[in-house]
């Protein structure tokens, strides 16, 4: 230890130790903070919540007192089967959530969330609907639970346009239609927005530069504000798969 090199370093490897340390107290000490500090609380929106019966199979961790002393205990999300709603403004658009009321399946794969046709007069979202996605307009305080919309810069890996052309059925079709059209069953809800591209025909506003990159982004972000929804829930290489078969789509 005569080497003051050698006291440099270990001094410096003490300091970080430390640091580190009181970092994870830091972090665990914001865990503990009540949630609910940062989240607005509407009550008029959140009472349509409530009365469309969402809470039964969801939470809002992020509103969990005010709706348990709101609403009676439970209102915040008991035992949910579904994913937590904290956060929910973060991640899709308002279109996106007629869209799902009416048909879960059509957005999201395998849905296992039941249509919610009594928040419509006909085809028509009705006043409840309104509030409803309202409220879930107004949760955009960051939870634990939902990341927001990812912001990553990626390249593509190579993928297989064959395997893609399946998924593209799966995951896409529902809005972009089957052959890419954009005519899917959900499409039609997409109103106040842009409604689903038109791959088929090369209708690409958003692709520039290398065309591969730029849809791989556009799938694992999504397009923020847009009707379009990230899908980085799915692994790499289903993204690049899909990636494959939307570029071949788009004539790129
Ligand atoms: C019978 C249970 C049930 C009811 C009632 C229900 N949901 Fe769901 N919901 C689910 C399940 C399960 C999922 C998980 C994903 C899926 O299967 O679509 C889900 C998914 C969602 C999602 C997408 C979340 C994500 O991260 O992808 C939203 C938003 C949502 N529900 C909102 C609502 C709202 C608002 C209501 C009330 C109008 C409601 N749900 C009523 C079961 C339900
Ligand atoms: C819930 C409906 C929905 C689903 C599901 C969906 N999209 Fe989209 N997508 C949209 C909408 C809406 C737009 C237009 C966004 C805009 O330009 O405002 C879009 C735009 C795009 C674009 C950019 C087009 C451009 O103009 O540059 C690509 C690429 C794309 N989608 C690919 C996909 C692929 C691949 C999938 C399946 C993994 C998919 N989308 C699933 C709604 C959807």
New binding site residues.
């Given amino acids: 230890m005569r080497n003051p090199q050698a006291i440099v370093s270990v001094v410096l490897v003490c300091l970080a130790a430390l640091m580190l340390l009181v970092g994870w107290f830091a972090a665990d000490s914001a865990e503990v903070e009540p949630a609910t500090s940062q989240q607005a609380f509407d009550r008029d929106l959140a009472e349509a919540y409530v009365k469309a019966g969402c809470w039964q199979c969801h939470s809002v961790e992020t509103l969990r007192g005010q709706l348990d002393a709101e609403f009676g205990a439970g209102a915040g999300g008991n035992q949910p089967v579904g994913p937590d709603l904290s956060g929910m403004a973060l991640q899709f658009?308002p279109?996106?959530h007629v869209?799902?009321f009416w048909d879960p399946g059509?957005?999201?794969a395998g849905s296992q969330m039941p249509a919610q046709r009594q928040l419509f007069d006909g085809e028509q979202l009705n006043a409840r609907g309104r509030e409803v996605i309202e409220f879930l307009m107004t949760l955009d305080a960051p939870s634990p639970l939902r990341a927001p919309w990812p912001t990553g810069e990626y390249s593509a890996p190579p993928g297989d346009a064959t395997q893609g052309k399946t998924?593209?059925r799966r995951?896409?079709?529902?809005?972009?239609g089957d052959a890419g059209n954009g005519d899917?069953p959900?499409?039609r809800w997409?109103v106040t927005?842009?409604?689903?591209?038109k791959?088929a025909q090369g209708?690409?506003?958003?692709?520039g530069g290398d065309a591969r990159h730029?849809?791989f982004g556009?799938?694992s972000n999504g397009?923020p504000?847009?009707?379009?929804?990230s899908?980085f829930r799915?692994s790499v290489q289903d993204?690049a798969d899909?990636?494959e078969?939307?570029a071949t789509l788009?004539g790129k």
């Fill in positions: 658009h279109d996106w869209a799902h059509a957005v999201v998924l593209f995951h896409c079709a529902g809005c972009h899917g959900a499409a997409f927005t842009r409604p689903p591209a791959l209708e690409a506003y958003r692709i730029a849809v556009t799938l397009l504000g847009t009707g379009m929804p899908f799915l993204r899909l990636t078969y939307t788009l």
